[in-house]
């Protein structure tokens, strides 16, 4: 398949241009003509059995963005160590393996906890200053993380923050608003920020994870097919689905999900989203506590606790028949996500649809191993991408806007004499 910087693939329709018109008759026109194709194609997919959406860095970008706020950085950094050219050396290695490409801070700080765990052997002093240069560079990377959210949630520009949030509850309920009879939206994300819940909170979505509690949630094993229901007035013992509930899972823990050295627990810390970088929930050393990959967080059992788990739920929810993910701002450098992905492609019922700002190696790679046109939808480019585009004409209407179905409905059945003489 040949690929341009802009241009999608839905079903039997493709078009692929170099450059994108700005402005005009002419861009208006490739949109109208474009929708025609890609809306009612969307639509009948989002309606599959089973539904799932894969988020990744691209959302916080694009809705921090429209807020006028710039997103974490995830580029490489510098621990100020004398084996700081070996840790990068490693990534370097590992993100090529994976094909990630360049690597990120993510690869480093697996190198580096390698390392610090080779020390704890080998130089426990020495290990000590690499485990404090460890934690001064994950404090940083979390208040970077709160930094993001505050600059979406009180940017200096109401204006820009006020339609930032309007852009995300309009793009969650895209998806969200299935009819209560079908199975629930289940929505996977890699980041480590809060930006899905506040999106859920502004839309008024339930949200389903796997945590339990209310002054203190702790994450558990057994909770995983919970739902919400309710007893229609004057109907008894036939409860039905309540609308609005969407399940969530992050897939690379969240910056306040803390580990509890006390009672060997996942917890979910009460840090408000935004909140300033001195909140008393942030650890001032968080290798040990801060719930996000990959961090070892005390042994491996407790590694293997949160973020087994949560593999096996993506595996289980999407690899089966009649099973639809969208991917939006995840730039296929996960390996293990990826691995997912094509197995789920396996089942010839399942499609994936890729919503991606650019076409990079990673992407490439990725397409030319599963080899599954046949089951992949594209929307590639800055314009296709762009999250206020994308909202506008091209992802479906929720589909529980009762009053547009019922004023379409009438319309359809409305004799043509009578709507003329009106």
């Known amino acids: 398949?040949?690929?341009?910087?802009?241009?999608?693939?839905?079903?039997?329709?493709?078009?692929?241009?170099?450059?994108?018109?700005?402005?005009?008759d002419e861009q208006q026109k490739i949109i109208r003509e474009s929708r025609k194709a890609i809306e009612p194609w969307l639509s009948a997919v989002?309606?599959?059995?089973?539904?799932?959406?894969?988020?990744?860095?691209?959302?916080?970008?694009?809705?921090?963005?429209?807020?006028?706020?710039?997103?974490?950085?995830?580029?490489?950094?510098?621990?100020?160590?004398k084996h700081?050219?070996?840790?990068?050396?490693?990534?370097?290695?590992?993100?090529?393996?994976?094909?990630?490409?360049?690597?990120?801070?993510?690869?480093?700080?697996?190198?580096?906890?390698?390392?610090?765990?080779?020390?704890?052997?080998?130089?426990?002093?020495?290990?000590?200053?690499?485990?404090?240069?460890?934690?001064?560079?994950?404090?940083?990377?979390?208040?970077?993380?709160?930094?993001?959210?505050?600059?979406?949630?009180?940017?200096?520009?109401?204006?820009k923050t006020t339609a930032a949030a309007s852009l995300l509850v309009s793009?969650?309920?895209?998806?969200?608003?299935?009819?209560?009879?079908?199975?629930?939206?289940?929505?996977?994300?890699?980041?480590?920020?809060?930006?899905?819940?506040?999106?859920?909170?502004?839309?008024g979505l339930r949200a389903i994870d796997r945590f339990v509690g209310s002054l203190n949630p702790v994450f558990r094993a057994s909770r995983v097919e919970v739902d919400v229901h309710y007893n229609p007035p004057g109907i008894r013992g036939e409860p039905r689905y309540l609308e609005g509930v969407i399940r969530?899972?992050?897939?690379?823990?969240?910056?306040?999900?803390?580990?509890?050295?006390?009672?060997?627990?996942?917890?979910?810390?009460?840090i408000p989203f935004g909140a300033g970088v001195k909140h008393s929930e942030v650890p001032k050393n968080p290798l040990e506590t801060v719930m996000i990959y990959p961090n070892p967080a005390k042994d491996v059992e407790t590694t293997e606790f949160p973020y087994a788990d949560l593999f096996r739920d993506f595996a289980a929810a999407i690899c089966r028949p009649n099973s639809v993910v969208v991917s939006y701002g995840y730039g296929f450098g996960d390996d293990h996500v990826n691995r997912v992905l094509a197995d789920m492609l396996t089942i010839p019922s399942t499609h994936l649809v890729i919503i991606s700002y650019g076409v990079?190696?990673?992407?490439?790679?990725?397409?030319?191993?599963?080899?599954?046109?046949?089951?992949?939808t594209l929307l590639i480019g800055p314009h296709?991408?762009?999250?206020?585009?994308?909202v506008e004409h091209y992802l479906p209407k929720p589909s529980l806007d009762h009053i547009t179905g019922r004023m379409t409905e009438l319309l359809k059945n409305r004799p043509d004499a009578k709507q003329s003489s009106e």
């Not at 429209?66 to 997103?71: D, P």
């Not at 969650?172 to 920020?193: I, K």
Request: aromatic share 8%; net charge negative.
């Open 84 to 159: 700081d050219a070996a840790i990068d050396k490693h990534a370097d290695a590992a993100a090529k393996s994976m094909h990630r490409g360049a690597a990120n801070i993510e690869d480093q700080l697996r190198s580096a906890l390698a390392v610090l765990e080779g020390l704890e052997v080998l130089d426990p002093d020495e290990a000590a200053g690499v485990r404090k240069a460890i934690d001064s560079k994950l404090s940083e990377f979390l208040e970077s993380l709160l930094v993001t959210e505050h600059g979406i949630a009180h940017g200096k520009d109401k204006e």
């Open 248 to 270: 969530l899972s992050k897939i690379h823990g969240s910056l306040d999900w803390h580990f509890n050295d006390a009672s060997h627990q996942i917890v979910r810390k009460g």
């Open 360 to 376: 990079d190696e990673r992407l490439k790679a990725f397409l030319g191993k599963v080899g599954r046109a046949a089951q992949t």
């Open 1 to 24: 398949m040949v690929m341009k910087a802009h241009g999608y693939v839905v079903g039997a329709s493709a078009q692929w241009w170099d450059e994108f018109p700005a402005e005009g």
């Open 46 to 81: 989002f309606q599959a059995e089973h539904f799932n959406l894969l988020v990744g860095s691209g959302l916080t970008t694009a809705v921090g963005f429209a807020a006028g706020s710039t997103a974490t950085n995830m580029g490489k950094i510098k621990f100020g160590t």
């Open 171 to 203: 793009f969650l309920l895209s998806f969200a608003s299935r009819a209560a009879s079908r199975e629930r939206l289940h929505v996977f994300t890699t980041n480590y920020d809060r930006l899905l819940e506040h999106g859920c909170d502004l839309a």
């Open 384 to 390: 296709f991408a762009d999250l206020a585009n994308l």
